[in-house]
T-cell receptor, first 113, second 114 residues
Framework: DGGITQSPKYLFRKEGQNVTLSCEQNLNHDAMYWYRQDPGQGLRLIYYSQIVNDFQKGDIAEGYSVSREKKESFPLTVTSAQKNPTAFYLC????????????FGNGTRLTVT | AQSVAQPEDQVNVAEGNPLTVKCTYSVSGNPYLFWYVQYPNRGLQFLLKYITGDNLVKGSYGFEAEFNKSQTSFHLKKPSALVSDSALYFCAVRDKAAGNKLTFGGGTRVLVKP
């Protein structure tokens, strides 16, 4: 079945450590997105990529980094510069931009202590 | 700047009763509107979308939504709610005039009681 796989489902890290969240899709979608979800705040866009080797900052990119070396993969690194990294992270992909809906992975819950 | 408002944090409804989840939006151009549903610890699932055409859009699981341009609203409805409809619902808008950015509302939690 085609879809988006995020791993791991739960991730625990100590403060000051960088951590990388995995996102893989086999939908052959060009565009991929990373969102952060906090209670009561909906989804906020971190980074997005429309094609391989290109990506743009979203609304809350500070403290995060991404790469898009392959069409299928869009990993997100949460760096130690992110002041409040504990959150639920969602990856999504889209066939093209415009009227296509986003397809979401099942998320990674990151807890930093 | 475009925005989406979901004025109700939570909606409670008895099973079998009609369900409505409200959404209003603000864009500079013509909107593309979407509804998604999220179950606990899962990603969002697409329910339906309005791009153009008929103002009443039918989607998955018996849901529908009505696009009202004059009121800039896109309320989600279901004639007869099920306990399994209990979830978090998100409205989202995309404005091609604003670079196709997708903006989500804050979400509305729906609780359907047996």
């Amino acid at each position: 079945d085609g879809g988006i796989t995020q791993s791991p489902k739960y991730l625990f890290r100590k403060e000051g450590q960088n951590v990388t969240l995995s996102c893989e899709q086999n939908l052959n979608h060009d565009a991929m997105y990373w969102y952060r979800q906090d209670p009561g705040q909906g989804l906020r866009l971190i980074y997005y990529s429309q094609i391989v080797n290109d990506f743009q900052k979203g609304d809350i990119a500070e403290g995060y980094s991404v790469s898009r070396e392959k069409k299928e993969s869009f990993p997100l690194t949460v760096t130690s510069a992110q002041k409040n990294p504990t959150a639920f992270y969602l990856c999504a992909s889209e066939r093209g931009q415009g009227n296509s809906p986003l397809h979401f992975g099942n998320g990674t819950r990151l807890t930093v202590t | 700047a475009q925005s989406v408002a979901q004025p109700e944090d939570q909606v409670n409804v008895a099973e079998g009763n009609p369900l409505t989840v409200k959404c209003t939006y603000s864009v500079s151009g013509n909107p593309y509107l979407f509804w998604y549903v999220q179950y606990p610890n899962r990603g969002l699932q697409f329910l339906l979308k309005y791009i153009t055409g008929d103002n009443l859009v039918k989607g998955s699981y018996g849901f529908e939504a009505e696009f009202n341009k004059s009121q800039t609203s896109f309320h989600l409805k279901k004639p007869s709610a099920l306990v399994s409809d209990s979830a978090l619902y998100f409205c989202a808008v995309r404005d091609k005039a604003a670079g196709n950015k997708l903006t989500f509302g804050g979400g509305t939690r729906v609780l359907v009681k047996p």
